[in-house]
């Protein structure tokens, strides 16, 4: 082996790798303390789900992580899986399982380098500084290969980032964009900054859903870090599993998982909760990012009106504009949240098939579906909230 040569490792547990040298990859900006940039390939997001039993055997997520060395030094890696199913991943390509298995072929199991159950973009391709382009190419060459070998069908890379994707072609990669809505930040001193940039009919709109949802009965409280107490996740427990048996038939992570987070990750989460008699009611679960506050799970056992936006939405405002954040995530689709301030943004995916002519026909697909994509985005935009002046100023 040549002194520069670079070795692919694929590894079954994340303790094989260990937890320096995976951050030192996913976020080195965090090292010497505060919020990662991406707060779902830290390792200790990672390592939760497979701890908790939220992915591995019988889940449809069997975890397959790369990792790439040089010179005795780990330089990039990544979060792949063996997926059993295309659940969890909000990219959709089920009409691609199924012509593929029309065709007398077998789709699943599929490759997927991704966060499992998180439409968050971010890199996927993990590389350590100074080693962005050598440690890309290596992972993606090395995922290609560990399709080819093992006969899979495909290869997959969701919300990764632009540059990534931009990259994509190069690396044999085909592209695939998609669309969420988030809010963007613009040095807003305080809510009302932020509403002084609506037109006057949406800006009325929000104050009044904002009375409507403060009438439920009670108080609303946002929790972080120390602040969060045992008995707050057994009612966020509460909440996501009806919101997952109602959205996905079951949820995707366990009881041991919201514990686990208790202990490792309450650093990162923002909870914000309803209680009506001392009594949890509602909540919303956020992680924090460095430059951005994450929506992602939201449940309630009681019907408030206008409440379900106060939590998610609203309150997710006022502490991104508070903690000086770039933007709020509030997740996978819901074009009600236009409205509300959050204009859509392209989301990202690479895509390998296996077949060359199946390739040859999504690619077809894909640059259809870009265009349709570019040209929802900009009318959605048109339709948003702001002001006229303000939406020429983004634009």
């Keep these: 082996m040549s002194e520069d040569e670079i070795t692919i490792t694929r ?66 890696c990544a979060p792949l899986y063996a997926k059993g199913h295309s659940q969890g991943e909000y990219i959709f390509d089920h009409n691609w399982a199924h012509a593929w298995e029309r065709a007398g072929g077998r789709y699943y199991p599929k490759l997927q380098i991704a966060v499992p159950f998180t439409p968050v973009t971010g890199r996927r391709f993990l590389t350590r500084s100074g080693f962005e382009d050598v440690g890309l190419q290596a992972l993606a060459q090395g995922a290609i290969q560990l399709t080819r070998q093992n006969g899979l069908s495909s290869l997959h890379a969701t919300f990764c980032s632009r540059k990534e994707w931009e990259r994509g072609p190069d690396l044999g990669l085909m592209q695939r964009s998609s669309q969420q809505f988030h809010w963007v930040n613009d040095g807003y001193s305080n809510f009302d900054a932020f509403l002084t940039s609506l037109s006057s009919r949406k800006r009325k709109n929000i104050r009044k859903e904002r009375a409507t949802a403060s009438d439920f009965g009670g108080q609303i409280v946002a929790l972080t870090g120390d602040d969060i107490q045992p008995h707050h996740w057994d009612a966020i427990w509460e909440f996501y599993q009806d919101t997952g048996a109602r959205k996905w038939g079951q949820p995707y992570l366990t009881r041991a998982f919201f514990d686990i ?14 209680l009506r008699d001392d009594q949890p009611i509602a909540g919303a679960m956020n992680f924090i990012g460095r430059s951005a506050l994450y929506g992602r799970y939201w449940g ?52 390998w098939m296996a077949d060359a002519g199946f390739a040859e026909a999504v690619q077809s697909y894909l640059l259809a579906e870009r265009d349709a994509v570019e040209e929802d985005i900009e009318i959605l935009t048109r339709y948003g909230p702001f002001r006229k002046a303000n939406v020429e100023e983004q634009e």
């Design 261 to 274: 987070a208790h202990d490792n990750l309450r650093d990162d989460i923002l909870l914000i909760i309803a």
């Design 11 to 76: 590894h079954s547990t994340l303790a094989s790798i260990g937890q320096e040298d995976w951050d030192s990859c996913a976020c080195p900006e965090a090292l010497n303390g505060g919020f990662p940039e991406d707060p779902f390939t830290t390792y200790r997001f990672l390592v939760a789900l497979e701890d908790s039993g939220s992915i591995g055997p019988g889940t449809g997520w069997e975890a397959h992580y790369l990792t790439a060395e040089q010179n005795g030094q780990m330089i990039a």
């Design 300 to 351: 309630c056992s009681e019907h408030h009106p206008c409440l379900h936006f106060e939590l998610c939405y609203y309150r997710a405002m006022d502490f991104a504009i508070a903690r000086g954040l770039q933007r709020v995530e509030a997740g996978a689709q819901g074009e009600h949240k236009l409205a509300r301030g959050y204009l859509p943004v392209n989301t990202y995916s690479l895509h």
